[in-house]
Every structure is written in structure tokens, then in C-alpha cells.
């Protein structure tokens, strides 16, 4: 089945075209297409809003870009303001692990053997 705009567009050129000056579910053309004309203005209305919604993410977009940048600028004052520091607690608070608590990053991975695996 046609979408209900299409539909609509089908009636209102079929009815304009064959029987322009005839009345069907007691009304004229011109009244049948008042009655149509909300239906239509809000699909308009809601394409526009979607526009604008893409706009606008666009915008949060380039916003949170922005905000990306000025938190870096501040954590890394944070760093390096005496009294601060990457061992602070306003460093700990801003979701950074603390100098004092990382580990020292070395692993030693144990060696897996498999044997009779590659024997056969």
C-alpha cells in the first residue's frame, strides 16, 4: 500500500482532474483539501524540525570539541601547578590516576609449552 502521502496526492489530482466541481463525503475539493492540509503541514513542519536536529548535533558536535580542548588545558595546568600536580586529589577527582598510584608497568608473562601439539 502507498504511503498516506502519496495517496493523498493521487485523490487530490484524480478528484482536481475528472471531477473537479463534484462533491464526495459531503464536500468540495477546496474543502477536501483544507482537510488534508494538516496532515501535510505537519509532515512539513516535522521534516523542518529534522533539519534543524541535524543542525544541532552538528553544532553539540563542534561544542563538545571545544570543551574536549579546555578540559585537556586544564588538567594539564592541574599538572603543572606547584602544589598540584599528577599526585594531587583534584587530579584523582578529574577520573586521572594518581602518579602514586600506578604500577610500575612491567609484566613478566609466563611461557606456555604445549607438548606433543607440534610432535605430530
Keep these: 500500500m502507498k504511503p498516506i502521502v502519496d495517496r493523498i496526492e493521487t485523490f487530490r489530482a484524480a478528484w482536481r482532474e475528472m471531477a473537479p ?15 488534508i492540509a494538516a496532515p501535510l503541514g505537519l509532515r512539513d ?8 536536529l541535524v543542525g544541532k548535533k552538528a553544532e553539540r558536535s563542534i561544542s563538545d570539541g571545544a570543551a ?12 603543572g601547578t606547584p602544589g598540584f600536580g599528577r599526585d594531587c586529589p583534584l587530579y584523582r577527582a578529574f577520573g586521572y590516576v594518581r602518579k602514586s598510584e600506578r604500577k610500575s608497568g612491567l609484566t613478566r608473562k609466563a611461557r606456555v609449552t604445549t607438548k606433543g601439539a607440534d610432535a605430530a
Design 68 to 79: 574536549v580542548e579546555l578540559l585537556s588545558l586544564v588538567v594539564n595546568s592541574v599538572r
Design 21 to 35: 466541481g463534484a462533491s464526495f463525503a459531503g464536500m468540495t475539493l477546496a474543502q477536501f483539501e483544507v482537510a
Design 45 to 52: 513542519e516535522i521534516t523542518d524540525l529534522e533539519l534543524k
